[in-house]
């Protein structure tokens, strides 16, 4: 008997022992480090920002991919003295008086162990303010304020849309809303001729060239702001305003893009088909010579 009951205790022993052995290795219910899906990137809406003393904007970041078991991103300030950013939104925290020359602050979106970045350029006032000059002097070109509205009149302000026209043309086209009547044909001419010009007395449509010496690094800073962008002259610090009106194009003459896009006619021809624009979105400006002629844009024009 007493043979037996050892022989009892050893065995439940034995089943104890093999039980914690299992335990130690079993995960525990509903824990899986494989199921953990990372950020593999993320990626801010405007990768450079142009405000002035006082002034917000708001950022967008979109984390990848869209299933990622942790989508939270922290923003940081390389400078919180000139500009703080809280869950996307950027203050400029300097006064604008105390604005006298470019100031440059790095904002920066981190998520998992991937970040990407937005360089903020907070720029002086001009003095004088050209906000209600018909005119202004960016790297030696002499910019009207306004977009072409009506033909032979410009735009109320600014940032007002205008109309837009196809390439050598003078009708006029709304900015907003559907059209009627429209023609997606091509007008022939290897310049626009100046019987088709709609720009204001003393005014003309800029050449490419002239369009290209706002993407001149070296004199000119350009940044997006506010569904447009900036171009501001480093030595005189006089701001063109270009807002993004969009662009009408196919057989219907469809708006698209507005507020996110811009593109503005130059007066040369590119091939039979087409013609040279400057272009331009929140991530930077193109000189391109493929834009269709038949296609809606905007005319900033160039004293005469």
């Not at 990768?47 to 950022?59: C, H, K, R, V």
Request: a negative charge; proline letters at 5%.
């Amino acid at each position: 008997m007493k043979k037996l009951s050892i022989f009892l205790l050893a065995a439940t022993l034995a089943v104890f022992s093999t039980c914690n052995d299992d335990d130690a290795t079993t995960p525990v219910t509903g824990i899986d480090d494989d199921a953990t899906t990372p950020v593999t990137g993320i990626e801010l809406d405007v990768p450079e920002l142009g405000l002035q003393g006082g002034e917000e904007y708001t950022l967008t970041a979109t984390v990848q991919p869209e299933d990622a078991s942790n989508k939270a991103v922290r923003w940081t300030s390389s400078d919180e003295t000139k500009a703080t950013v809280v869950d996307g939104k950027v203050t400029v925290t300097m006064p604008v008086e105390d604005v006298t020359t470019f100031e440059y602050v790095t904002i920066t979106a981190t998520a998992g162990n991937k970040a990407d970045t937005c360089n903020l350029v907070i720029y002086p006032i001009p003095t004088p303010d050209n906000a209600n000059e018909t005119e202004v002097v960016i790297n030696g070109v002499t910019w009207a304020t306004c977009n072409v509205d009506a033909p032979g009149t410009f735009a109320a302000t600014p940032d007002a849309p205008g109309k837009l026209y196809q390439w050598n043309r003078k009708k006029a086209w709304a900015a907003t809303g559907t059209v009627s009547d429209w023609s997606d044909t091509n007008a022939t001419g290897s310049t626009w001729e100046s019987s088709n010009d709609p720009s204001p007395e003393g005014w003309r449509i800029p050449t490419e060239d002239e369009l290209q010496t706002l993407r001149d690094g070296t004199k000119v800073v350009n940044s997006w702001a506010f569904n447009g962008r900036i171009f501001i002259d480093k030595s005189t610090y006089q701001i063109l305003v270009l807002p993004a009106v969009g662009h009408r194009t196919g057989t219907m003459g469809t708006l698209y893009q507005t507020n996110m896009v811009g593109v503005y006619w130059s007066n040369r021809a590119s091939g039979t088909e087409y013609a040279y624009t400057l272009g331009y979105g929140t991530a930077g400006t193109s000189l391109d010579g493929r834009s269709s002629r038949s296609g809606g844009h905007s005319i900033r024009c160039v004293k005469k």
